[in-house]
């Protein structure tokens, strides 16, 4: 089976954009993309576009990739459609990646974009609850940020943490992402404006949430390596277990698992990571599933601040979804783009001192116990 | 004497619970129960989450619980006004869903037993939630 590389990314800032539409903020992410592969639309031959809400929120379903592509000249090729919730960016790569293994294809632009906010929040937060078994959540009051306060609450039970951990994490990415200029918040809220931003849902707070956004992310995932070709790694995706039958393993440690054996790589050989922070404190959850940090030893890798960008494993160096913002179908695009910036060496004024392999992780939905899909990618220099 | 007929108000959630009359052992959650091994499993499935067997029979289930975990909710959602509970909630067969809570928050807390209640809403109808305690008042 062949390698699949990253020989391009792009991005269309994450953020508010209501004089934009959806095609137009997924256009130039997908333009930027082919240009930063030195490619042209003749250049790929297939698309595969990842989208959550563009039906319920933008009134368009069905053919959402093809009308994105359309406005930059691209067409006849295959071009599909991905829904996976918010791992639908994850989800898109992994096809990509295992068609271009394959051989099926030599070059696939991969493309995620969101258009979320339209100044209706109670809109689109319905939209999101939607991603959930709707038989069972309906009428019940499911919203996200009250069941990732529940998630978080178990790890502070678990690990022994306190709400400083929580109010530290949040300002970190805060940090990174004030550094990061495709993201949404670059304001680098410190410690002092979390701790005092209102409740949503104890003990999240407002400034520990991901927020409402705009925006697109690109990849040209290829059979060549390129001018600066990253090597996908590993590529895994999993749902969540049928716990009855399937045993008490996350989604997210399942995913996990299938990617470090794929890859024949165990945690301690990667440098850093991208991971689904939908409120900041939920990194903690992804540091035990990913094998950052043992069960019984977060709070000492959190004392020791292990995830800060100077720290023994950095975690989220773009800010993550806390700062860089939620633009659903586009963040895991954005997280796999991260990478790639600081394998290549490209991420700026937060360019980690070692980074030449790292592993992202997506999250989507919500059915059961889990997240109803987690993909997981470990990328490195070619 | 007179004789309870079945519940005919409006159910804010169509397929996760049911009201007196829509099933035996009802009001509860809408489980499946299989006649091969006895597991329950939530809502209407095709095959046994356990053994995958196809012998299957409607039942309600999950009259009492305890709490996993919980949150207070400061932000309203899905026609629950702020501040509201709710709780990943385990049932005494062994089913795990997401529900509001009632009652006095004060009770509220990891392993607590619920017991099962409908929660009249006005023009949502009426919904399911769990409440602290072992068994209604």
């Known amino acids: 089976m062949a390698d699949a590389y990253i020989s391009g990314i792009g991005f269309h800032p994450f953020g508010r954009f209501p004089e934009k539409t959806l095609k137009q903020i997924a256009a130039e992410a997908a333009l930027a993309a082919l240009e930063n592969a030195n490619l042209d639309a003749d250049g790929i031959d297939a698309a595969i576009c990842a989208n959550a809400y563009a039906g319920l929120l933008n009134g368009q379903e069905s053919i959402r990739g093809q009308t994105w592509l359309r406005a930059i000249g691209v067409g006849a090729i295959p071009i599909i459609n991905v829904e996976n919730a918010c791992a639908g960016g994850g989800s898109a790569l992994h096809l990509a990646t295992m068609a271009v293994r394959a051989g099926a294809y030599e070059r696939i632009l991969v493309v995620g974009a969101e258009k979320m906010f339209l100044g209706d929040n109670a809109r689109t937060l319905a939209a999101l609850a939607t991603s959930s078994d709707i038989e069972v959540t309906e009428g019940v009051g499911m919203q996200f940020a009250a069941l990732d306060a529940i998630r978080v609450k178990e790890v502070m039970h678990d690990e022994g943490l306190d709400e400083e951990s929580l109010v530290w994490v949040s300002a970190k990415n805060h940090a990174n992402g004030a550094l990061n200029p495709n993201a949404h918040f670059r304001k680098g809220l410190g410690a002092d404006a979390i701790r005092e931003s209102r409740m949503i849902a104890a003990p999240i707070r407002l400034f520990m949430c991901s927020a409402i956004s705009d925006g697109a992310a690109a990849l040209v995932v290829s059979r060549e390596p390129g001018r600066q070709g990253v090597r996908v790694r590993a590529s895994a995706l999993a749902s969540a277990p049928v716990r009855a039958r399937q045993g008490a393993d996350s989604t997210a440690v399942r995913a996990a698992r299938k990617a470090y054996d794929e890859a024949g790589l165990r945690p301690t050989d990667l440098d850093f990571a991208e991971v689904h922070d939908a409120v900041a404190p939920l990194e903690f959850y992804y540091y035990r599933a990913l094998g950052l940090c043992a069960p019984g030893s977060l709070s000492r890798f959190i004392a020791e601040r292990g995830s800060a960008r100077d720290g023994a494993f950095p975690v989220n160096p773009s800010g993550g979804l806390t700062s860089r913002g939620h633009p659903v179908g586009a963040s895991g695009i954005a997280q796999i783009a991260e990478l790639v910036m600081q394998i290549r060496g490209e991420a700026g004024a937060r360019q980690l001192a070692r980074a030449r392999r790292g592993i992202a992780l997506n999250a989507g939905g919500w059915i059961g116990e889990d997240p109803a899909v987690n993909a997981v990618h470990i990328l490195e220099a070619a | ?137």
């Open chain 2, 1 to 137: 004497m007179t004789t309870a007929g079945p519940d005919l108000r409006v159910k804010s959630n169509a397929h996760v619970f049911l009201l007196e009359g829509e099933g035996v052992g009802a009001p509860g959650l809408r489980a499946t129960c299989c006649r091969i091994c006895g597991a329950y499993s939530l809502g209407r499935v095709m095959a046994c989450s356990f053994c995958l067997s196809r012998e299957l029979d409607s039942c309600a289930a999950g009259q009492k619980g305890e709490i996993i975990e919980y949150a207070m909710s400061d932000h309203p959602a899905g026609g629950f006004a702020a501040p509201y509970a709710i709780a990943m909630v385990r049932t005494s067969e062994g089913l795990t869903l997401i529900s509001p809570l009632v009652g006095n928050p004060s009770l509220f807390a990891r392993g607590a037993p619920l017991h099962f209640v409908l929660v009249d809403r006005d023009e949502a109808g009426v919904t399911f939630a769990y409440a602290a305690g072992d068994q209604a008042a």
